[in-house]
């Protein structure tokens, strides 16, 4: 049986899992989210703990047990705690704002770009060189995140671009002098 399919999720407090057939709605302080499963998969809700069982043994089953699992702690978690994501700009004249619903990033391209926020994310820039993507649904904020960092992802002679907070970028050599 999967480890983590069998591991039994915690209700936090705050937040209230409900369930009809195969959509399962989990509301909160954060948020509201929806994840509809799939029908090999039951899921049982009692006593403020979600079980995830499967009924057969195949390997679909198998695979979908866990992720299924996975998914609701982290519906879970998202509607109590939400989920963040930062990112930081490195370069000169590299900056982001914010105009409206729309992120601009100005990232040594001959344009500024544009990224329209998605209604239920939050981001917000502490600083010229700071981006911070907030909400309760982290595969939609990790993807945003994603996104603005494949705008100008970090290069590897001066580190320039957009990477992640704490992200560690190898920094190659350059070209050797001529003797």
Known sequence: MSRIGKTPVTIASGASVAVDGCT????GPKG????EHRPEITVEVSDGIVTVKRDAE?????????????????????????????????GVGYLATIQGDTLQLRVGFANELHRK?????????P??????????????????????????????YKGKGVRYKGEQVKIKPGKAAAK
């Open 24 to 27: 399962i709605n989990v509301e």
């Open 32 to 35: 509201k989210l929806t994840f």
């Open 58 to 90: 195949d390997r679909t089953s198998r695979e979908l047990h866990g992720l299924t699992r996975a998914i609701i702690a982290n519906m879970v978690e998202g509607v109590t705690a939400g989920y963040e994501r930062r990112l930081e700009i490195v």
């Open 117 to 125: 926020i998605p209604a239920d994310l939050k981001v917000e820039c």
């Open 127 to 156: 600083s010229n060189t700071e981006i911070v993507v907030t909400g309760c649904d982290k595969q939609k904020v990790t993807q945003f995140a994603a996104e603005i960092r494949s705008l100008r992802k970090p290069e590897p």
